[in-house]
Each structure stands twice: as C-alpha cells, then as structure tokens.
C-alpha cells in the first residue's frame, strides 16, 4: 500500500531559529513530491513541488530535498517566523506531468510546527 | 483561498440527516476535487471529476454522493449523516498537468 510518513508529529522552535521536517515515502511509481502548508482553519497551500531528477528546490525560507533512491524528503525552513506556525504537509504523486490524477495522490498525515517568540 | 469557495464554513448536524456541502471556484479549472481531512491522518480524496460529466470515486466514497452542477460547482452530499463522518472537508481544483487549489475547508459536525 503506497504511504507517506512525517516526522516529527510536531514541533516547537523558538522564532528565528532553523528546523527540517522528514517525509518517507513508499509510493510506486512515483512522478513528484510536494510540500504543502496548512495555516489553522485554511485549507493547504502549495510549498514546492519536485520531480524525481530534482534534488533541491529552493521557496525563499524553504527549502525542500528529495532522495529518490531512498525515497527520501526534506522541508528545511531558515531563520523561523511566526507565520511559520502551521502544518507541513508531504504529497506524493504517482500520476506523470504533474497531472493530478484523483487517485494517485498520496498524503502524508503533517507536522505541526509552532513558532514561539 | 478566495478563488475556491465552500460553503457553509461550519456546520453541525444530527445523526440521520442529509447534508450538501458546496464548492464554487473562479480559476476557470475543469477538475474539482473533494477532500476529507482527520486529526493525525492525511486527506483522503472522497470523489473528483475532471469535467462536467465525469465523475469518479475516491478511496472513500462510501456515504457520500457529488453533483457537477456546472464547470465551476461541485457539491458533495451526505445522504443519511453519522458521527464517524465528523471531519474538515476540502474541496480542490486543477486544470490538466497542473497544481491542485484547496478551498478554506468545511468542518462537519455530525452528533
């Protein structure tokens, strides 16, 4: 069965300080991986999206990594603000082009991140 | 958010009831989607339709019915509520190839 797992569940960090949030995936096939927030009360907003020939991909504070060869990715957000509060969610796509394929999307369950001051 | 709009933002409702939730967008997309989102668990896709006439079923669909009323309605019903269907409802668009646009998200009451 294709999963998407996070990690960690949640997480607090003081306001200006770095984090990175893991996603692990068993999805096949596979075409992309996108990083979603999802303030409190709203519905997700799209962060990034990779493809499996992408490394990296850059979103001002954040920065997403995906190692496809160990079905690996990463949200590393820099210098935290408070609008950072939210849940991050992964998304993996098994459906080519970035078509949106109803039911080749897989959600992983999001971090809460909450920033203090 | 405002391009994807849902209706009613909250809603709670007795067990046995029928309950339509709506989905209106302005993107001019012709693939609507709708969501279901519980606490700790990834969204679940309940139906989607790529155009007006087409419609299938998510991993989910069971206890929910959707009408593709035009290219930019789409509304999902619960025909005989039940508690265990208490969640925040997403509803989505696309266009072919593209990103998926979420609406703020209905949260369902059922009691």
């Known amino acids: 069965k294709n999963q998407v797992e996070q990690s960690p569940q949640s997480l607090i960090i003081l306001e200006g300080k770095n984090c990175t949030l893991q996603?692990?995936?068993?999805?096949?096939?596979?075409?992309?991986l996108r990083w979603y927030k999802q303030d409190t009360g709203r519905g997700p907003v799209s962060l990034t999206i990779?493809?499996?020939?992408?490394n990296t991909k850059s979103n001002g504070r954040y920065t997403a990594t995906l190692d496809a060869d160990t079905k690996q990715s990463s949200l590393h957000i820099t210098a935290s603000q408070l609008s950072d509060s939210a849940s991050y969610i992964c998304?993996?796509?098994?459906?080519?082009?970035?078509?949106?394929?109803?039911?080749?999307?897989?959600f992983g369950g999001g971090t809460r991140l909450m920033v203090k001051p | 958010d405002a391009d994807v709009t849902q209706t009613p933002r909250n809603r709670i409702t007795k067990t046995g009831k029928r309950i339509m939730l709506e989905c209106s967008q302005t993107?001019?997309?012709?693939?609507m989607y709708w969501y279901r989102q519980d606490p700790g668990l990834g969204l679940r896709l309940i139906y989607y339709?790529?155009?007006?006439?087409?419609?299938n079923k998510g991993e989910i669909s069971d206890g929910y019915s959707v009408s593709r009323q035009a290219q930019a309605k789409f509304s999902l019903s619960l025909e005989s509520a039940i508690p265990n269907q208490t969640a925040l409802y997403f509803c989505?668009?696309?266009?072919?190839?593209?990103?998926?646009?979420f609406g703020p998200g209905t949260r369902l009451t059922v009691t």
């Open positions: 339709s790529f155009d007006v006439k087409d419609i």
């Open positions: 998304v993996v796509s098994g459906a080519p082009f970035f078509d949106n394929a109803g039911n080749m999307l897989t």
């Open positions: 996603c692990n995936y068993t999805v096949s096939p596979f075409s992309n």
């Open positions: 989505a668009t696309s266009s072919a190839g593209h990103e998926q646009y």
């Open positions: 990779m493809t499996f020939s992408e």
């Open positions: 993107k001019g997309h012709d693939r």
